[in-house]
């Protein structure tokens, strides 16, 4: 997906678990006691209030401007514009303020004019490098108890002796359900001299010898700055790979090297190969982009009947059905098989309408990738018909030779392991079958592949449709795909499994893909017949692909040099975030303490887990069945007591206890979903 760093707050909503410090940002202050810089504004005028029936610009009493979501209600102060979502349940105030010596003054007066007995303590804090001609940013996140489910963030730019102070308090679930269209309304912020840098116009260098060491030596760079064992990269340029490399090893801690042909999985970039499968055959007249879903898959069924009935093929892949991300319950449950986990749908709802905003579903496309794959092979089970249609409709045409499911097929050749980070930013090497969770949705990011592979399928994105001057798929079927299908922000939409927009003037494709130990990152410009494709055997970490990637359009429009400078400051703010959230966890917990935990539990989705001590190793466990974990107890900053997971696949994620109806629960809630587990009675 395009990246940015204003997108804070939606990623903060989308990977937080409700604890009181979240992902990604650094540590800060206790408290801000900074005075605020300017007295409260004494305004008692009514504001203008609307509710918005489309996008529009906002304009400022300064004269700055962003977007704001249709569906959001709009009060124009004086002094401030406060959004409210549909729901009424985040908000996003606007607030500009003059004269501030600093981000926390600045931040200070803002709340002063908002809320004048404002005292929440600060949990982390940060000032990024400043970036699309402003003078300073930074950001904010502030301590709420845990049981409230809520953010309060503040994120503040300055241009000139103006800081624009953008306040934002809501639940978490709202977070997650609008983060497309806070998002939005952050990054369309436009002031009076903001001079952002644009390629558009200006022709992409070719890739030297010189460029493209510049460009090796960065990755090197940024692998090992970034924790990463091992990495791989294509570049491919005027219709041929030019680059093609490998660094670092395929296993922490032992010798062997990668190169181009190790095998890496690609997470969700795998997607946009579903989406191409599902072209070829829209091409061949086997279904259409425009049939519904039921007529393909008759199985298929949602939580709701009307959007069951709405869904058309395209819904599956265009993160536009209102339906929310919830990942949780296939890596807990793992081992469904593809008809099981897509039954599992029967439960799902969606929480916005259809195109009104940006939300995140892997099942979804899973869905949608399964029923193809059914149009394809009907007398198949799902998986065995994915993987057929795959193979036959993309990986022979496109002479795709390392690229599989199988994961003993993958044992046999040359692989890199998948490394979960640990809470010390440790890439830890674990084992193949950690990531067989993926297999049930594979058709949303459970392939394997080579940057090899990969720069094929880049070639034939740029040739649109022809490959080794033969055509693969017409140019019409391949670019639907590329078609936005909803907004993400004012300069990216998502197409059909993949990122579609521009990027300082010129037309970006993209996506990112992420499994437990595994990152990735695929980008091509097609307007300059250039594309990336970087493969990464660390989990958590896209830090890597992004700085390369802003290298690489360096190398390529004479930027300003910022990969470097992002590269130390991600790393920097990583290891801040860290050591504070380290110093809340006892690993082990006492033992005597954890006791009262000891024993199964059940919740609905998530299936059994069991907590318990292990003799053998003297570290308290959770065992879900398909993983085990150590864990830790969390003491978070506004009190609240989480077992949280220290080390695999899940790190950093927890349980938290809580009372509930005169028992002890424990309780996860991950972006909108909440899942309660019971004691299972013996």
């Known amino acids: 997906m395009l990246r940015s760093p204003l997108l804070l707050l939606a990623l903060v909503a989308a990977c937080s678990g409700g604890a009181s410090t979240r992902p990604g940002i650094p540590a800060g202050p206790d408290v801000v006691t900074t005075p605020p810089a300017e007295p409260p504004s004494a305004s008692t005028a009514a504001p203008r209030s609307r509710t918005l029936t489309a996008d529009e610009t906002i304009t400022t009493a300064s004269g700055a401007t962003f977007t704001a979501s249709s569906g959001w209600k709009v009060d124009e102060h004086a002094d401030r514009v406060v959004l409210t979502a549909p729901e009424g349940d985040v908000t996003l105030t606007y607030v500009e303020v003059t004269g501030a010596a600093d981000r926390d003054a600045a931040i200070a007066a803002a709340w002063a004019k908002v809320d004048p007995a404002f005292a929440l303590p600060v949990a982390q804090a940060a000032d990024d490098p400043p970036r699309g001609g402003w003078d300073a940013m930074g950001?904010?996140?502030?301590?709420?108890?845990?049981?409230?489910?809520?953010?309060?963030?503040?994120v503040v730019r300055r241009k000139g002796g103006t800081w624009y102070v953008a306040l934002a308090d809501g639940k978490l679930a709202a977070f997650d359900r609008r983060g497309a269209q806070l998002g939005t309304a952050l990054e369309s912020l436009k002031v009076a001299g903001l001079q952002d840098e644009s390629f558009a116009g200006k022709t992409a260098h070719a890739l030297d010898e010189a460029r493209l060491a510049e460009l090796g030596a960065f990755v090197e760079q940024a692998r090992v700055a970034a924790g990463v064992p091992g990495a791989a990269i294509a570049i491919v340029q005027g219709g041929k790979v030019v680059y093609e490399a490998g660094f670092g090893v395929r296993a922490a801690g032992k010798k062997g090297a990668v190169t181009p042909k190790t095998r890496f999985m690609i997470g969700s970039i795998g997607k946009s190969l579903t989406t191409l499968m599902m072209a070829r055959l829209v091409e061949r007249g086997t279904f259409g982009w425009d049939t519904p879903v039921i007529d393909v898959l008759p199985s298929f069924a949602l939580g709701d009947e009307a959007t069951t009935r709405a869904a058309r093929m395209r819904h599956t892949a265009c993160a536009c059905t209102g339906m929310p991300r919830q990942d949780l319950e296939f890596i807990f449950e793992g081992a469904l098989s593809p008809e099981a986990r897509l039954a599992t749908m029967a439960t799902m709802v969606p929480t916005t309408a259809f195109g009104e905003t940006f939300q995140y579903s892997n099942l979804m496309v899973a869905a949608g990738g399964y029923a193809a794959a059914h149009a394809y092979a009907p007398k198949l089970a799902l998986g065995p018909a994915y993987d057929r249609a795959m193979q036959e409709l993309v990986f022979d045409p496109l002479d795709m030779k390392a690229s599989s499911f199988d994961f003993k097929k993958v044992a046999k050749a040359e692989h890199a392991l998948p490394h979960p980070t640990d809470l010390h930013g440790k890439a830890v090497p674990a084992t193949l079958d950690d990531e067989r969770w993926v297999l049930p949705i594979r058709p949303a990011g459970g392939l394997w592949s080579t940057v090899g592979d990969m720069a094929r399928v880049i070639l034939l994105e740029l040739g649109k449709g022809v490959l080794d001057g033969k055509r693969v798929i017409g140019e019409a079927p391949l670019l639907e795909r590329r078609k936005p299908q909803v907004k993400i922000t004012d300069e990216s939409s998502y197409g059909l499994g993949l990122g579609v927009g521009t990027y300082k003037g010129i037309a970006m494709v993209s996506h990112t893909g992420g499994t437990a130990g595994f990152s990735t990152a695929l980008v091509f410009f097609p307007d300059h017949d250039v594309g990336m494709i970087l493969l990464t055997n660390a989990g958590a970490n896209g830090t890597m692909g992004a700085v390369v990637e802003r290298r690489l359009i360096e190398l390529l429009f004479d930027a300003a040099p910022q990969a470097a400078d992002d590269l130390a400051a991600a790393v920097a703010r990583d290891a801040e975030r860290r050591a504070e959230e380290l110093a809340m966890i006892?690993?082990?917990?006492?033992?005597?303490?954890?006791?009262?935990?000891?024993g199964a539990w059940a919740a609905p989705g998530l299936g059994t887990i069991e907590l318990r001590w292990d003799k053998k190793t003297k570290q308290a466990v959770l065992d879900a069945g398909e993983w085990v974990v150590p864990v830790g107890k969390k003491t978070g900053k506004d009190g609240t007591i989480e077992l949280v997971a220290t080390?695999?696949?899940?790190?950093?994620g927890g349980v938290t206890p809580r009372e509930q109806d005169g028992q002890t629960v424990l309780v996860i809630e991950l972006g909108q979903q909440r899942y309660v587990f019971t004691r299972v009675k013996k």
């Open 139 to 154: 950001q904010v996140i502030y301590v709420t108890p845990a049981s409230e489910g809520r953010l309060v963030a503040a």
């Open 586 to 598: 006892e690993a082990p917990p006492d033992q005597a303490w954890f006791a009262q935990y000891v």
């Open 647 to 652: 080390g695999g696949i899940v790190t950093g």
